[in-house]
């Protein structure tokens, strides 16, 4: 593709480019793809209302670009390459053409049940191959796809599917997780009874235990493929038209439902993953994460096949049947980029080295992290006993509401460092700002990251709330899109992400707001209030304390911890269990009211001598009785 950048001095010419004339630039990245109508306008952009669009007035649907353009040059090659969670189970190797033929028999599957452009469709799915094949359905008829990550409870699904009232669920009679079921059907029926808006649920039979059935709503998968043929034409998508929404949590408790169009998303996943992964033919790429993410809607599916790459994915976990599978999948399938989060490459490296040298991973060219800042030892663990110091790392530093990668290197083009997203992507312009919103001029400085101009996959709104995309991402600093990180950048112009300045806490790399956990921990009838915070943990990254007051006289025991950790399972999902709960007397308030975050930061680090300046709260005695309970924390 004309659109890989090959050299250090391609990719300085691609970003002076970029910045000198965005519009010609991504005109030009555009061209590559396949448009059933050219855009009129490559860039309409006002960050005041804030508005973006890109390609205004093309036309596409991208599952021509993912599909139908290449089963003529490669349609008998493996577009996914499905490893079950059972070794001895044998992997499945889809071509473009069946993949094709999968895509469009599903689609027409939605079609019979109702589901028209416009549509939204649920899917709550376990990483199997019919997970992509549903998205890709969504987006061949112009339906939207709202994919929740199957580890989310009943609640959490109820609430995303309320938000963007989804007519459709897709999910599956239960999910494999190593050793254990997980009965998604049953989660699912659960969250159903308060959602209106769902009317029918698709059904595939992954793991064949018996689930209730409600006769008129429930359809076996298997069924309804029965009674379809495998032609269905790809509607016409405006650009801007919705491909998907995606929820991430927020610094409220409602989650944020992130818009992502079909033009501008489609060409900056597809060139980021090209550039960053440096993905040439006969590669083999597995990246780690589950397609409930953004990472895996833009890194296991929509980039890898636009580029008609061969992708991995991973019904299973890096623990089962031991600590070795990922390395025994690496040998297997012979990967050559392996992309994962720092999370799980600390958790791997706290097992025997055998692990990993009982496996040829000669084959490995590349490694890539994301989701959260990666420490150094855990840096050079990967670059020692995975890539045996001759693979480079990409430290790829983005979000959900950014669709593709902005900042990190390009493998073996520029160089890395560790600890160190280094180097903006074409058509990325980071700043640092102070904390008046001023631009840093010097070279090596820290600040607050901010980004200068819009880039093609960048988030349009928050689903059916532009007012809080607004406050979230452009009002702190207008002019700028805000992400909510921190950064340092060295003497070279490489950006370090030091971590979140709001309150989202990045947990196992799974980003998780403090409200919608306090709110969850507050329903429980003995708590008038509770304040939670992350706190440095060796293999999450972060780990969640949360200090809770109780009513006067309730007893304060084991009893009450486990039954605040099981609500906040039930509520969101276990991914929010606070590893550490500390009874308080009272929270830290300044006089407006607000909860002094980081007091309990530094508490819950271990901390408890160098407070700074508790004079402004409103009831600084409170501090020497959280200073004493800390020790106490179960
Ligand atoms: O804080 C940053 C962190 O993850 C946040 C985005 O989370 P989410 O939307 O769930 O997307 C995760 C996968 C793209 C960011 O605001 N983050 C992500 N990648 C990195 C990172 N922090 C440091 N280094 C990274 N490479």
């Keep these: 593709m004309a659109l890989q950048i090959k050299s250090i001095e391609d990719y300085h010419k691609a970003y002076q480019k970029s910045i000198e004339n965005p519009s010609k630039f991504w005109d030009e990245i555009a061209k590559d793809f396949y448009w059933k109508k050219k855009w009129d306008q490559t860039l309409s952009y006002d960050w005041s209302v804030p508005e973006t669009k890109w390609f205004v007035g093309g036309k596409l649907n991208i599952t021509e670009n993912c599909l139908d353009r290449h089963l003529a040059t490669k349609g008998n090659q493996t577009a996914i390459i499905w490893e079950p969670n059972d070794p001895k189970v044998k992997a499945k190797h889809i071509t473009y053409r069946q993949l094709y033929s999968k895509v469009c028999a599903f689609a027409n599957v939605l079609k019979n049940n109702g589901v028209v452009k416009g549509d939204r469709v649920c899917i709550y799915m376990p990483m199997i191959i019919e997970l992509p094949i549903a998205a890709l359905a969504c987006a061949r008829i112009g339906a939207i796809h709202s994919i929740v990550f199957a580890g989310f409870s009943s609640r959490a699904l109820a609430a995303r599917i309320n938000d963007s009232k989804c007519k459709v669920l897709l999910t599956s009679d239960g999910g494999l997780r190593g050793d254990k079921i997980i009965p998604l059907k049953d989660i699912a029926d659960n969250a159903l009874k308060t959602c209106p ?107 890898p096949l636009t580029t008609g790459a061969t992708t991995v994915m ?80 990409v430290d790829t530093w983005w979000q959900t509401e950014t669709g593709g990668i902005m900042i990190s290197s390009l493998a073996g083009i520029t160089k890395d460092k560790p600890t160190f997203a280094t180097l903006p992507l074409p058509g990325i312009q ?49 002019g700028y899109y805000f992400p909510g990180d921190g950064a340092l950048r060295d003497s070279k112009g490489n950006y370090r992400i030091t971590g979140r300045v709001d309150d989202v806490i990045i947990v196992s790399g799974h980003n998780l707001g403090t409200a919608p956990i306090e709110n969850a921990i507050n329903e429980h009838e003995d708590i008038v209030e509770s304040a939670v915070v992350g706190f440095p943990h060796d293999i999450k990254g972060n780990a969640l304390h949360a200090y809770v007051m109780t009513y006067d006289g309730i007893i304060q025991n084991d009893k009450l911890i486990g039954e605040i950790r099981n609500l906040v399972t039930k509520t969101i999902g276990a991914i929010a269990r606070p590893d550490k709960i500390q009874f308080v007397k009272g929270l830290p308030k300044t006089r407006s009211g607000k909860i002094m975050r980081r007091i309990l930061r530094k508490i819950a680090s271990g901390d408890t001598e160098n407070l700074g300046d508790t004079s402004t709260l409103l009831n600084p005695e409170i501090v020497d009785d959280l200073q004493k309970g800390f020790a106490k924390g179960r």
């Design 430 to 478: 980071p700043v640092l700002l102070n904390g008046d919103g001023i631009e840093i001029t010097e070279i090596k400085a820290e600040g607050i990251l901010a980004i200068k101009q819009p880039w093609p996959s960048l988030a349009r709104t928050i689903y059916g709330d532009n007012k809080r995309y607004k406050n979230v991402y452009f009002s702190a600093y207008p």
């Design 314 to 393: 991973f019904e299973g976990i890096p623990s089962y049947p031991d600590f070795g599978r990922f390395w025994e999948i690496c040998e297997k399938h012979k990967v050559t980029q392996f992309y994962t989060a720092p999370t799980a490459i600390r958790a791997l490296a706290k097992h025997p080295l055998s692990f990993v040298t009982s496996h040829d991973l000669s084959c490995l060219k590349i490694l890539g992290t994301v989701g959260e800042p990666i420490n150094e030892e855990a840096w050079h663990w990967y670059n020692i006993n995975i890539g045996k110091n001759k693979c480079p790392i």
């Design 197 to 303: 808006s769902i009317k029918k649920s698709i059904i595939f039979k992954r793991t064949r235990q018996t689930v209730e059935w409600i006769k008129g709503r429930d359809l076996w998968w298997h069924e309804e493929l029965a009674k379809v043929d495998d032609s269905c034409p790809a509607e016409v998508m405006d650009s801007e038209d919705i491909l998907f929404i995606l929820y991430t949590s927020g610094s409220t408790g409602k989650p944020k439902g992130m818009v992502h169009t079909c033009g501008g998303y489609m060409v900056y996943s597809t060139y980021s993953f090209l550039n960053v992964f440096q993905y040439r033919p006969n590669d083999i790429y597995w990246c780690t994460a589950d397609i409930g993410w953004i990472t895996g809607h833009s890194f296991i599916v929509y980039g």
